[in-house]
């Protein structure tokens, strides 16, 4: 009995294999060519950007990774900003409510 069951666990593992590959066989044949006009579009806007780093794929990863740096830091500037404006806006009703508690 031990056997018959080994035996059918062994074939379900297998048809479960055979059935993932097959999925993700079809899952890529779907998915690269999204990815290749994604990057085309990508390299196409580092090249109008005048290819900084050079017409390589390197280049244009490394200018990527660069851009996603500046936006990082643009919104680390707009957090501080908000923050200082914040700020301002408590130290003026800060103000206004002294102001009015003296009179």
Do not use: F
Not at 10 to 29: F, H, K, R
Not at 40 to 60: M, S, V
Not at 84 to 91: D, F, V
Request: net charge negative.
């Amino acid at each position: 009995m031990d056997e018959d069951v080994q035996v059918l666990m062994a074939e379900a593992l297998d048809n479960l294999m055979d059935g993932m590959v097959s999925y993700v066989t079809q899952l890529s044949q779907l998915v690269l060519p999204v990815v290749k006009q994604w990057y085309d579009a990508i390299y196409g806007h580092y090249l109008e950007a005048g290819a900084p780093y050079g017409e390589t794929q390197e280049g244009c990863l490394r200018w990527m990774e660069d851009l996603a740096k500046v936006q990082q830091m643009e919104m680390e500037i707009e957090r501080i900003i908000s923050h200082h404006q914040g700020l301002a806006y408590l130290r003026k009703r800060i103000a206004e409510k002294r102001a009015q508690g003296s009179e």
